[in-house]
C-alpha cells in the first residue's frame, strides 16, 4: 500500500465513521429491543478477530501472526449459540441464527458497530472481513496465501467481496465470478464438497487479493473504492428486499 493511499484511507475512515455514527446511533434502541424481546441477553457481541499480518511464527512453518482486537456487533445468535460447539464460521442458514439476526445479518446492520472499531484504529470502512484467529490460522495451512490477504491492510467493514458476493461467500449465479469459482473451488474434484467453507474462502481470496493490488496504485485505490462505498448502500437494500420487507 503506497503512503498516499495509506493516508486517504485513514482520512476516509474517520470521516465516514464519525458521520455513521451521527446518522445510525438513533438505530440502536429499536435494533437493539428488537434482539432483546425476540432473545434476552446481551445486546452487543464482542469477539476477538485477527486483523493486520505481522509476520511468520518463529519455528513453527505454515502459522503466522495476525494483530489480533476485539470486534463490536449487534448479536444475531442465541446467547449460547457456541457453548457446546466451540468457534465455528456461521453457515448461511444456520440454525443459531435468531429469525430478527437473519434480518440485520442480510441487511448488514449488525456491522453498524463497527463504526468505534475503526475510530479506534483496528479496522478500516473497507477491506477484507477479519476472521477468528484460531480459524484464520486453520485457513492460512489449508489455502495457499490466504494469509496474504491481510499483508499492509486493515480488516474492514465491507469489501469488494462484500459487494460481489452472497454472505457465505458464493458468488451470484450468471455472474463472472460464478464462472471463475468453478475453476477455483474443488480443486482436487472431490464428491460431495459442494458449499465447502474453504471453497467460500478461495472466492473471498479472490476479492481481498484484486483490492491489495487496487491499494498499490492511487488512481485504481480510488477507483474501486469509490464503487465500493457506492455499491454497499445497495446490498443492503437488497438484503431489505430478498428477506421481503423491501416491498
Known amino acids: 500500500m503506497t503512503r498516499w493511499v495509506k493516508r486517504t484511507k485513514r ?3 474517520v470521516v465516514i465513521a464519525t458521520v455513521g455514527l451521527l446518522l445510525t446511533v438513533p438505530l440502536y434502541p429499536l435494533i437493539a429491543l428488537a434482539i432483546y424481546i425476540q432473545s434476552p ?7 476477538r478477530r485477527a486483523g ?5 511464527v518463529t519455528g513453527e512453518r505454515g502459522r503466522f501472526r495476525f494483530r489480533e482486537f476485539h470486534m463490536l456487533k449487534f448479536r444475531t445468535m442465541r446467547p449460547d449459540a457456541e457453548a457446546h460447539s466451540g468457534p465455528v464460521v456461521a453457515e448461511e442458514n444456520d440454525p443459531r441464527i435468531t429469525s430478527v439476526g437473519r434480518i440485520l ?4 446492520l449488525d456491522e453498524l458497530p463497527q ?10 470502512i473497507i477491506g477484507p472481513r477479519p476472521e477468528r484467529p484460531e480459524l484464520m490460522a486453520d485457513l492460512a495451512m489449508a489455502i495457499p496465501f490466504f494469509e496474504e490477504r491481510m499483508r499492509a491492510l486493515k480488516p ?7 459487494v460481489s458476493l452472497g454472505y457465505a461467500g458464493r458468488p451470484p449465479e450468471g455472474s463472472a465470478l460464478a464462472e471463475m469459482a468453478r475453476a477455483l473451488t474443488n480443486p482436487f474434484k ?3 464438497t459442494e458449499g465447502a467453507l474453504a ?6 481470496l479472490l476479492c481481498d487479493l484484486a483490492y491489495s493490488l487496487a491499494a498499490e496504485k492511487f488512481t485504481a485505490f480510488a477507483r474501486l473504492e469509490t464503487e465500493i462505498l457506492l455499491r454497499t448502500p445497495w446490498v443492503m437494500v437488497m438484503g431489505l428486499h430478498r428477506k421481503g420487507l423491501g416491498r
Do not use: C, H
Not at 445479518?105 to 448488514?108: E, Q, V
Not at 474492514?156 to 462484500?162: E, F, M, S, V
Not at 471453497?199 to 473471498?204: I, L, N, P, S
Open 115 to 124: 463504526f468505534w472499531n475503526v475510530l479506534w484504529g483496528d479496522m478500516s
Open 156 to 162: 474492514g467493514i465491507t469489501g469488494l467481496a462484500q
Open 199 to 204: 471453497d467460500d474462502m478461495r472466492m473471498k
Open 41 to 47: 441477553g446481551p445486546i452487543f457481541f464482542r469477539q
Open 52 to 56: 493486520e499480518l505481522l509476520g511468520p
Open 105 to 108: 445479518r442480510k441487511t448488514r
Open 11 to 13: 482520512t476516509l475512515d
Open 190 to 192: 472431490i464428491d460431495g
